[in-house]
């Protein structure tokens, strides 16, 4: 079967690269116990979305590209950008409040 | 001629009297009451006019449509029967609550609640519309779980509210269910209780099953699926073994003029349910369940009626006596049979009035003796010089449960035996006769040991009940005398009006 | 005014009264149709006005009530020239005077309808002229008591309700007759429900008297009560009968012209059936006739008044049961004799044979329960309750003469002979009754032992209870005489035909009436004759020494012993007219009355008496029973107290426990029962089915325990789990596809 060629490998190797982003980014989310490294982890995960988003816009028609789908990817660059800020933003507070990045600290609805 | 929409009057001037009746209250709640009672015997004349047309003119009907729907308000020779004695024992439980209630606190909340009550179980017995039936059945519901709540005897009131609540909501469920199902599934999909016809099947599953013999075959297996849920949802409300565990707890601790419409009208409500919804769409699938039913009747009258014999509390001991007489009602209802079936609508008649006033009758002797010491049957004693009318009440009452004649509740149970011997079912009908000489056991004993004997010291000071309280039994006491020896006035409107049983 | 005036008044009133009833038999006619209504409509309006009058004045309420009872007696005796006439009779059915009741669309009219033919009317007449003559005792007898309204409102109650159960034309309101008058008898005989003084009773204790009589009324009802489920368990499969047979009827003359339904239960389950509905049928007059296994609540019925006791329990409550039987067992004689005409031979045999056997029953029980009563009446030590065995021993006798008569091929003769021993005993039973009462009333006691020595001052007492004694005994020219005499050749009869039931039925009967003289020369001797007992000597002393009752109390006692003496002297005349007329109707051989001129019948009676071997078993037994009697009570003074030792102890604790009957009723159904319902009560209601709510209410606050710990708020859990939805949901969408709107799974075809 003769696939799509992209900087010289096939496409299917970026999908399998969005996946490994998908993974880690899951692995980061469910394992890390820093905040900042779930977050980084969340962006990551974002990235293998948008990733595999531009892959299936360029592989769609062959020779045309769906231009939708890139316009979408960077929408949601910019609210991903949006998430960060505002995951920053309940990072310090939390941070304010028990005084650790530890999130497990994070497991009571109420105080 | 209507001059105006007397049933729909009847139901909203009570809906309405609710929040009136407790804004009246606030400052004294004698007011509420007063007012309540006010509500309930205006509502009972136009009640009675509505009555006088279907006297004269057969079926009175109040119709309203609603986009497709058609809501309403029925008055045949059933629903008349049935509404005309929830409507007589709710007023005069009203008026019983006038003196039984007026040391209590927050009175006009008790009112309010009480009408909404009544205006619910009026309601269900009125309704044509399936869906409006289920509304006024939990609007049956939710103010009798308030009021058991906080006018019941503390402290497990709360409790024993809740373990009624959910135990007759369950059965709504099941009711609710059974009623989608029924519109979901049928052939001409409405809620109109008086749309079906005699040939038109319920449910017709022909998009489903292209043979139409497998079509009819698996839409009566889905009728009889349909026959179980509303029976088990009805037999919740009615309390039929086993089913029946959240009677006497409810009963017995539920402030008294409540118990009087629990056990008087709100539990018979599902027996005339299931003549009007069960009977009527599903009968062909409730046939085969004859012996079923009526088996289960037949443990309920003598399991009621063994419980009861144990009991020393007076309140207690007359919730089983329901669950006995619901049985007898359910033995009744489960021959399939035109007899069988008007004399358990008749018993729903007579057990209202005989066993309201016996509840009436427990509430005198708590309001005279106290709360604690009244329901002991083993510390009263002698009452029946200090009591003379409420001793001969509660023996014209008890004699009517227990089935003598000529008082009223001899023929229902007669009527319901000759049904059940029409079909054809001997043992059941042995036992369930041998099980009237159980009821005149408990009752005699508790009469015997409240009214006869000697009066312990402590009691020599007790009057009899209040002329607010009076009136209403004698009234009721009467009524059963009257009933026992002109029945017809009852059952010819049943006989006429019950005409899809063989 | 003064006691003279007060005697001419009084006797002028019984002239004038005695000239209206004689009036009203003769010219009856005039009343009808009325007088069927009436005669049970004057009691019971009667009974409604009791307390209404009460409040105007006490006497009036009195006098309105002897005034009803008056006019329902009139109302009876004016339906007998109906009958002798010709008019209640249309050659195939007697008259019924009905009015439409209850009437079920397409099934059956019930009506509220009354028979007027021999039987009723006879009963009729009974029960209103010895209620009326108890009515005019009460007078004197409950004077002074605090209670006379409600009194008065259960007596006529009860005579009006006896006579719808006596009148009615079907089983249905013969059966709320029954019902009505079981009422007013709980509620009279718990009547003195208010005294307050000890008494001991060997079930209950040591109690008041007021919580003794309330015991023995509910006794009373709930033993009868007990019977009377099986008489509507009967009634209503009899209807089922009748309905499966074409013609859904309860009328007692439709039930015997149309007696297809007999054949249809007579084929089900082999005539296993039929004998078990009849017994159950039966049981109702076991119950409300106190025969063995029902026998126990009698004794105690005398806890109250002795009018009441009179009434109820020796006149006309009891005899209800005797009464039933007799209106039915015409229609099973009949079905025994016609059914062949319409079954086939083989299924006639056994409903043949069921008929028989049923007969047969009652008979044995009859017997039986007439022994049992006798030996329990020889040792009893309270002057009512040997008058309450000597009933149950009495009732015996006609359910005797009832069964045996189905046997015999002049069978009428015996069912002449048990409505003729009815209604004599009825009358001096009553009597009896009625001077006990006087009896009481003067000797403050009920013990046997309080009394003797008492006929100097009761001169008017002894003699009409020596008269009612003799009755009761069946010394000829007495009227218990005739009709033991009759039913003795029944039984002899019968032995003739083959049965060996002949020869113990007449065996039994006859040492029943060897130990009926025995206990009632016991009861004169013991009240009247001998020396004073302690208890009269403490009365003379204390200044209240027994004296005669009042005039109102002793002229109705006058009046049934000359009753009694009419009623003896001319029974065989009245038996062998009745039996005329009751031969045309039911015997099954047809003929031609045959009215021979009076004296003729009359002679021909005695010769026919006289000449028959049991009048030398009758002689045999009186002399039997009553030479010791004599001895040992009218010569000799003994008391009350057993001096034997030993096994005689034995037999005299088995009698007078009652053969240990009741006891053992108490243990196995009050205990029993009550130990059953509390037991599971205790058991299956609070531990297991109360139980299993609370089962469920734990688990599912146990499961919603459990489920909550998903929610444990740590976030990297959360992530996994939204991991495992994401993949879960993954595979649902990969295996299954959407196929027109339902979800099914993807190798469906």
Redesign the interface.
Known sequence: MSYLELLGVPIYVFLIVAVFLYAIG?YG???KRNMIR?LIALELLLDGAHLNFITFAVAWQGFYIDLLAQAIVIVSICIGGGVIAIALAFIIRAYNKFGTLD??K????RH | MALFNYLTFTVLLMLIGAPIAWIIGRRNGRYAGIFALLIMLTCLVTFGLAWWEFVVAGDYTEAFFWGPFLFGWLLDGLSATVGGIVLVLTTAATCFSLAYMSKEHGKNRYYALLLMYNAGILGVVLATNLFQFYIFWELMLIPSYFLIAEWGTKPKSTGIALKYFIFTHIGAVLIIVGIAGMWALSSVPTLNMYGFTGTTPVINLSWAFPQANLAQIFAFELMKILVILFTIGFAVKMAIFPLHTWLPDAHAEAPTPISVILSGVMIETAAYAMIRILMTFLLPAYSIFVYILMGFGLVTMIYGGLMALAQKDTKRLFAYSSVSQMGYIFLGLGTAILLGVVGATFHIFTHALGKGLLFMVAGVLILQIGHERGRDINVMGGLARKMPWTATIALIAGLSIAGTPPLAGFLSEFIIFGGAALASTFYILIFAVASTALTASYILWFVKRVFFGATPNDLENVTDSPLTMRIPMIFLALFIIILGIWPWIVLNPLFGAITWIP | MSNSQNRVVGLIIVIIAAIILIAAVIFGQMFYPYNAWLCWGFPILGAVLAPLLAKFHPKARDYSAILFGYLGMLMAFSMISAIFSGVAWDGTQWLEVTSPWISVPGLITIDWGMLIDPLSVFMACVATGVGFLILAYSLGYMKGDSSLSRYWFFMQFFIGGMVILVMANNLLLTFIGWEIVGLCSYALIGFWYNRSNMVHDDQLGDVTEGELNSHSGMKAFIVTRVGDVGLLISIIFIFFFTVSAGNPTLNYQALLTDYAWLGQMAIVLNGVLLLTVFLLFFLGPIGKSAQFPLQFWLPEAMAGPTTVSALIHAAAMVKAGVYLVARMSPILVQGYFALSTIMIPALYAIAQNALLNFFLIIAIIGTFTAFMAATMALVANELKKVLAFSTISQLGYMFMALGIFAFTADGVYGYTAAAFHLAAHAIFKALLFLSAGAVLHAVHSKYLADMGGIRKAMPITFAVMLIGALALSGVPPFGGFWSKEAIFSSAWHLWGTGSLWGMIFLLFGALTAAFTIFYSFRLIGLTFLGNPSKNVKDLEAAGTPVHEAPGIMWVPLAILAIATLIIGFTEPFLQNFFYQFWDVQYSLIPHAPHLAPLLEMYLEFFIHVFTSPTFLITIGALLLGGIPGYIFYIRGSRSTDFAGRGFARRIYNFLYNRWYWNGAMYLIFVDGGLRVARGMYKYIETKGIDKFNYVVADSAMGASRGWRRLQTGVHSWNMILLLIGALAFLLLLLLFQFYGGLLIPLPFP
């Not at chain 1, 994070?106 to 609805?109: A, E, G, R, S, T």
């Open positions: 899951i989310m469910a394992t779930f999130i497990r994070l497991n009571k609805l």
